[in-house]
């Protein structure tokens, strides 16, 4: 049998991760521990097959604490996962790529091309760009997200298999019902989950990868600040590659197919480009070298790694605790160029360069992000999610409390 495209993807990912420097990757591994981490990539496929290119990939398994996100500032990224920061760098290099194309009409992308007056309009979304046509978005993971899509494979590997209690939720805000973290309640499936898994970590309302992912089958993989300038009809994945030993097809199909807990948006479409478009998982025989099943026999214990490695075309970073690895806490240069508040930054200066520099403040006005997220302009989005989370993933609970304000000055 020959190499599958499944299989190309998988290994367009693992190449580009392993020619990066050792700063990006776990430690060594000893005689006595051995630092595991999941990666998960972005890859684009021309539909006449002559590229296959790794246009992001992330590593990382943490998330803030509930308590840390009202003094993040848009600066610490809440959920660095390695699907979220995949995404993240993706959403990256899209905006990039808008403003080189907002720079000069002659300047040209391999990615993202210029839309033309004709394709826009209120139902069809009336952003400048567009993911180019010919592609096709792929996700590979070494391991099956956290959260529904994993529970089957999480229970196979506890030694006591009776499911933690559940316990409840302690917000800053005031008092959070229902979510449960990963690891309680093994017996109830199809819902959402909150990260992190294990019991003795901090709270947070971070949710399942399991859940973000079933979600951008409605919103597309572009980000709030990517999605007021890119249409998201060309921005949704084909498939998601997990590697063999991580594929429960039930678990899969529960999580993420119309049949399963999406069923209710099965052949939905909304206005602004947006519909329900389920990607497909499928498998690879390729095995992540830092993955937990690749722990050599001469080290003796499995330790997770604290870093997270963000990379596209345009960037490489190395993350600790959110921020860039080797800053201090409050260094404001420790701020990665995945945030919140370099995306939104990047997004107004793509905006200046088209001549409308005041745009989300007059729509919205305000300066702060959260009243741009609600703003006339991304309202499609929103409904989108609001009608996602009230049909298919009830129980919803936004992590709020990074407010912030963003200008050019």
Known sequence: MGVTEDDTIAETVLKTYHALPSKYKPVKATE????????????????????????SLGTGMKCLPINQVTGANGSVLHDWHAEIVALRAFNHLLLHECLDLAASPTNRSHIVRRREPHEMSEAGGLQPFSIRDDLRLHMYSSEAPCGDASMELLMETQADPTPWPVAGLHHPLGPVPGLLRGRESFAELGIVRRKPARADSPQTLSKSCSDKLALKQCTSILSSHTSLLVNPANAYLESLILPKSQYVAYACDRSFGPQGRMEHMAGQR??????????????????????RRSKPASSKELRTSNSAAVCNPRLR?????GRLQGRKKLDP????AICSKWMWMT???????????????????????????????????????????????????????????????
Request: aromatic residues 10%.
């Open 317 to 321: 970073e190395s993350l600790v605790v």
């Open 32 to 55: 006595v521990f051995f630092h595991w981490v999941p990666l998960s990539g972005i890859v684009a496929v021309r539909d006449d097959h002559s590229t296959t290119e790794c246009l």
């Open 270 to 291: 909304w206005s602004g480009g947006y519909s329900f478009r389920p990607f497909r998982v499928k498998t690879t025989t390729h095995e992540f070298a830092y993955s």
């Open 347 to 409: 997004v107004l200066q793509v905006l200046a360069t088209l001549g409308t520099p005041n745009l989300l403040q007059e729509v919205s006005g305000s300066s702060h992000v959260q009243a741009w997220k609600q703003c006339v302009l991304l309202v499609d989005r929103q409904r989108v999610k609001a009608d996602a989370r009230a049909k298919a993933l009830p129980g919803w609970i936004r992590n709020e409390g990074d407010n912030f304000e963003v200008n050019l000055k």
């Open 333 to 336: 240069r420790g701020a990665s």
